[in-house]
């Protein structure tokens, strides 16, 4: 018979994360986990220890019931008592009698002698520990499964949240010290810049309310927030009352509502009447409405707490711009958000840029080949990041995947050395600009550019590409408030032609869905990586598709040099019906008495259906690409967006290299021209092993176009086929890219890869 209490609910495990994701430091949000935990366990003593990663130690960070004088002083290896054994092992202990445990170790500064029972759990995120949380009691209370559960439910829900602070400080972030933040790596290059937020969501936000602010120009501020909210709602709902169903529509309704509602505009007001700040307020007020639809039985009503926080997001949004305003005047801009979209990007100059962060998203996320193709550094999947204010300098490193907030003297000197470096290498890749890309033995490859902005074209064609190889015709319609019109898509193609010409041009046609949404035709997927995206979406909106290829017709009227990329195709239907489409957008065209001429079509490989249906689709088709990003994500079963599992995609898979050597020769029996594009065709040792698989065409971003020239003009083809030959007698991509990086070495072309780690420390720490 059980006669500890129950375990808590979810109601007050959300109750916990909510009041955690306030605090405005580390310091308040540990006081905070560690005293909810402790009323909810009804133990004596709850503790808290972290990680610091510089010193790869764990340390008393927090505790209720212990030595007030062991927070900051206690430490402890990986593997010391207790406590380091769970954050060796990562696994938890529950323990009657804590002294009987052979690693147990005890502390007399701690005072934890009669604490005999004992639970802790390691946190954990992406693998890696973070900390141990920890209840004890005395005899004779002892913990159960349960407890160990739910105390572990607590632990894995408090993993982000913990990430927001740096672990070897818990000082109030709004002073200016330097600051690590860890990310993954979206685009190379180092970077130093000021702080532009867009495009952020209200829960990563906080202010400090202990400074004094003027509750009159908060509330002002607020309200005119709201008034921008309301008019941005009724433009969006007029934009789309033609393209989406009525049911779609009444959100738009229920955010009209909730805005002149009491429990939302009222209750922040009257907050920051009493003091807090617009945006802390605002915070609060939406976490409270939020969490009672959350906490209801009725699915539809607890479906409508995301719409809350919804709404507080657009407000938060319109808040930031009242407050700090716009700065496409200036210069060496770090944008930052949940997922920096072309529509931010598209507000300055490429100029203006210096680097992009996204809390979300990964290496091969949209964003992050956005940022390759601008040839700025990204840094991707930071989590959650406050504590810093727009204006701050911060330092990105896009080589390993961080950022320096605040940075000394000391960073930006090595910074500032890496940047010289970086430009010397490009420099020495840019003399072989109007050589051919071809090996020291005389095997030939044609290198092409991938782009999606007008702002690239120029340069691509000043580092030698040899046409387009992927243009994504979904950026024009993701930079825009709508549907582009026919007209103005011929407008763009024009340009693109005539900039290449008589060089070949692939246009993939509209490829909306998954990463890549349109900001006025929203919708949302349970998995979207499977859902409606590509050529299924542009099937499913013919009018959309017609207008886009009448488009491409009329622009290669006279230039003949336009070819039809279809995306994500897995039926041989989808292409017969794209080509009645051709058919039908031609009809038309010659009945208006408007000049066109027909393409050459192919298809994207890119889903593995269309591996398999190659023979049956071959016929219809003049040529392939092989789409290495989604590919390598669909062979793998990865989401490469998905910052818990994106460490496991690399396209140096064995799986993938088998796929693409068994396609390459499956082509080239059909008579089939190939390509492939994707980050595989940047990356020097892939481009090694497709130089011996054969394939003759890569299409990449325009700044690697120097680099993987300068590569294939050092090396023979016939070193290439036996690289792959021992490749593919391996069982594991790290064995890969050692086997790939000493054959590099042995030829002194290190250079070509990515700074190592030990380079990129010196001087920073």
């Known amino acids: 018979m059980r006669l500890d209490p129950p375990p808590p609910s979810l109601e007050l495990l959300r109750h916990i994360i909510v009041d955690a994701s306030r605090a405005r430091n580390q310091a308040q949000q540990v006081d905070?986990?560690?005293?909810?935990?402790?009323?909810i366990f009804s133990v004596p003593v709850c503790s808290l220890y972290l990680i610091d990663s510089e010193r790869h130690e764990l340390r008393l960070i927090a505790t209720l019931g212990l030595n007030q004088r062991s927070v900051d002083n206690l430490k402890l290896a990986f593997g010391e008592g207790l406590i380091g054994t769970i954050a060796e092992s990562q696994l938890p202990l529950l323990l009657d009698r804590a002294s009987s445990h052979p690693d147990y170790?005890?502390?007399?500064?701690t005072g934890e002698a009669k604490f005999e029972a004992f639970l802790g759990v390691p946190i954990i995120h992406l693998g890696d520990t973070?900390?141990?949380?920890?209840?004890?009691?005395?005899?004779p209370r002892q913990f159960d499964d349960e407890d160990e559960a739910f105390l572990i439910t607590i632990s894995a829900q408090l993993a982000s949240s913990l990430l927001r602070?740096?672990?070897?400080?818990?000082?109030?972030?709004?002073?200016?010290?330097?600051r690590q933040i860890k990310g993954i790596k979206g685009a190379p290059g180092v970077a130093i810049g000021h702080i532009h937020f867009v495009s952020v969501e209200l829960h990563h936000f906080s202010v400090d309310n202990t400074v004094q602010v003027d509750s009159q120009q908060e509330l002002t501020e607020f309200q005119s927030a709201v008034t921008k909210t309301i008019v941005d709602l009724d433009a969006a709902r007029k934009r789309l009352r033609y393209s989406v169903s009525e049911d779609v529509l009444e959100v738009f309704d229920f955010y009209k509502l909730m805005l002149g509602s009491e429990q939302l505009t009222k209750k922040t007001e009257l907050r920051i009447s009493e003091g807090e700040t617009a945006i802390n307020a605002l915070r609060s007020t939406v976490d409270e409405c939020a969490l009672i639809f959350e906490s209801m039985d009725d699915i539809y009503f607890r479906a409508k707490g995301e719409d809350v926080r919804n709404i507080g997001n657009r407000l938060f949004k319109a808040l930031l711009q009242v407050s700090q305003g716009q700065v496409t005047d200036a210069s060496n801009i770090v944008l930052i958000g949940d997922l920096v979209s072309v529509a931010d990007i598209g507000q300055f100059e490429p100029g203006q840029l210096a680097a992009i962060v996204c809390m979300n998203g990964s290496a091969l996320s949209h964003t992050a080949l956005l940022a390759s193709a601008l040839g700025i550094p990204a840094v991707m999947g930071t989590g959650d990041i406050s504590g810093l204010k727009e204006g701050d300098t911060i330092a990105v490193d896009g080589y390993q995947g961080?950022?320096?907030?605040?940075?000394?003297?000391?960073?930006?000197k090595a910074f500032n050395e890496l940047i010289k470096q970086q430009q010397q290498q490009d420099r020495l890749y840019l003399q072989f600009r109007d050589q051919p890309a071809e090996t020291v033995d005389g095997y030939r490859i044609r290198l092409l550019a991938n782009t999606g902005l007008l702002a690239d074209i120029s340069p691509g064609l000043e580092r030698g590409a040899e046409g387009i190889g992927l243009y994504r015709t979904e950026i024009p319609f993701?930079?825009?408030d709508n549907f582009p019109s026919e007209e103005e898509q011929l407008e763009i193609y024009l340009h693109l032609l005539s900039a290449y010409h008589p060089h070949p041009v692939s246009m993939r046609t509209l490829d909306i869905g998954g990463d890549k949404p349109l900001p006025y035709f929203s919708f949302r997927e349970d998995n979207p990586a499977l859902?409606?995206?590509?050529?299924?979406?542009?099937?499913?909106?013919?009018?959309?598709?017609?207008?886009?290829?009448?488009a491409m017709l009329r622009a290669n009227a006279s230039l003949h040099n336009l070819r039809v990329l279809l995306p994500m195709v897995s039926r041989v239907d989808e292409v017969l019906d794209t080509l009645e489409l051709i058919n039908t957008a031609a009809e038309q065209l010659s009945k208006e008495g408007l000049s066109f001429h027909r393409p050459q079509l192919g298809i994207m490989v890119e889903?593995?259906?269309?591996?398999?249906?190659?023979?049956?689709?071959?016929?219809h088709i003049d040529f392939i690409s092989i789409g290495s990003n989604d590919l390598s994500q669909y062979i793998l079963a990865v989401d490469r967006n998905n910052p818990r599992v994106c460490s496991r995609f690399d396209l140096l898979h064995p799986a993938v290299l088998h796929t693409i050597v068994a396609l390459v020769q499956q082509a080239k029996e059909l008579h089939l021209n190939i390509s492939l594009c994707g980050e595989m065709a940047s990356d020097p040792l892939a481009v090694m092993l497709l130089i011996g698989m054969g394939i003759e065409v890569l299409s990449m971003n325009s700044c690697s176009l120097p680099k993987i020239k300068y590569l294939i003009r050092h090396i023979h083809r016939r070193d290439a086929e036996q690289w792959l030959n021992l490749a593919l007698k391996l069982d594991h991509e790290t064995k890969i890219r050692e086997l790939l990086t000493l054959n590099l070495e042995k030829l002194q072309l290190h250079d070509l890869l990515d700074p190592p780690e030990g380079q990129q420390e010196q001087g920073i720490q």
Not at 165 to 178: G, H, I, K, R
Not at 607 to 619: E, G, S, T
Request: proline share 11%; glycine share 4%; charged share 15%.
């Open 165 to 178: 602070w740096p672990s070897s400080q818990a000082t109030d972030l709004s002073e200016a010290l330097p």
């Open 607 to 619: 889903v593995p259906a269309a591996i398999m249906l190659l023979p049956f689709i071959a016929p």
């Open 402 to 412: 961080r950022l320096i907030a605040n940075p000394g003297d000391a960073v930006l």
């Open 32 to 39: 905070c986990i560690v005293k909810h935990v402790q009323q």
């Open 531 to 550: 859902g409606w995206r590509g050529i299924r979406f542009t099937l499913d909106n013919r009018p959309v598709f017609i207008s886009q290829l009448r």
């Open 478 to 480: 993701m930079a825009r």
């Open 105 to 109: 170790l005890y502390f007399p500064e």
């Open 130 to 139: 973070l900390g141990v949380l920890v209840v004890q009691d005395s005899p």
